[in-house]
């Protein structure tokens, strides 16, 4: 099962549940997409789509939710319930920012800084990155990871995938942000591929509720709040290629 946005454009997804399509089209929590039959969102799909060039991620999504509403007559509503968050808040009382952390050397384009998805492989990326630091060897088992240009509201983003839940930024911090923080459990390094040895002994790996306050100055409180979910009011089978 994999996703995947190629420098190109070109949008490949394998061996995807429906369900993961629609939320990966539409950015959602697993609590956040609501309805439609278990059985029918289980189904899995191939899916090879070629954007117009330079299509930057998130427009391949706003073309995803096209092809969805088309292909699976997929019909969505809004509601909003109170759902368990986390809030990103700086770990100070007085906002200090933590070692690790800085302000931004780049004078970066906002819209540039915010296409995550084509800036994954390119870590001497100044603007919009996040991943593993220059030079990093997953063989040391202290490499770290780095964020080149990123505002707090897109490291909340970021950060909502590993935790599962959606992140409320609270920082107050504004204008971008450079820094480098251990791998973390939640995190990654991703696995290898199946049959091929890790070269990380993950039982080692601290928590991201650790790593954050100790050398970023952040910190993930638990929370209720409210947040926008997508009901789904109709789906059916696809339509044929």
């Known amino acids: 099962m994999s996703v995947r946005v190629d420098e190109g454009g070109r949008f490949t997804a394998s061996n995807m549940p429906l369900r993961q399509l629609i939320r990966y089209a539409h950015q959602l929590q697993e609590s956040e997409l609501v309805g439609g039959?278990?059985?029918?969102?289980?189904?899995r799909f191939d899916v090879l789509a070629t954007?117009?060039?330079?299509?930057?991620?998130?427009?391949?999504?706003?073309?995803?939710?096209?092809?969805?509403a088309t292909r699976f007559n997929l019909q969505l509503r809004t509601d909003?319930?109170?759902?368990?968050?986390?809030f990103l808040e700086a770990a100070d009382a007085r906002r200090r920012l933590g070692a690790q952390l800085r302000p931004s050397a780049a004078k970066c384009d906002v819209a540039a800084a915010g296409d995550f998805g084509a800036a994954k492989a390119d870590s001497s990326r100044t603007c919009g990155y996040l991943g593993p630091a220059p030079g990093a060897s997953l063989a040391s088992g202290r490499s770290m990871m780095a964020l080149r240009g990123v505002t707090m509201e897109?490291?909340?983003?970021?950060?909502?995938?590993?935790?599962?839940?959606?992140?409320?930024?609270?920082?107050?911090?504004?204008?971008?942000?450079?820094?480098?923080f251990d791998f973390s459990a939640e995190l990654g390094p991703p696995?290898?591929?199946?049959?091929?040895?890790?070269?990380?002994?993950?039982?080692?790996?601290?928590?991201?509720?650790?790593?954050?306050?100790?050398?970023?100055?952040?910190?993930?409180?638990?929370?209720?709040?409210?947040?926008?979910?997508l009901v789904i009011e109709r789906l059916e089978a696809p339509t044929p290629d």
């Open 37 to 43: 039959s278990r059985e029918q969102l289980a189904e």
């Open 51 to 68: 954007p117009p060039r330079a299509s930057s991620t998130p427009q391949v999504r706003v073309m995803l939710q096209s092809l969805l």
């Open 80 to 86: 909003v319930r109170e759902l368990p968050v986390y």
């Open 154 to 180: 897109e490291f909340s983003r970021l950060l909502e995938g590993p935790v599962r839940r959606r992140i409320v930024n609270r920082t107050a911090l504004e204008g971008m942000f450079d820094g480098e």
């Open 191 to 229: 696995p290898p591929p199946p049959g091929n040895p890790d070269p990380i002994d993950r039982q080692t790996l601290p928590s991201l509720f650790t790593v954050l306050p100790e050398q970023l100055g952040l910190k993930l409180q638990a929370a209720t709040a409210p947040v926008p979910v």
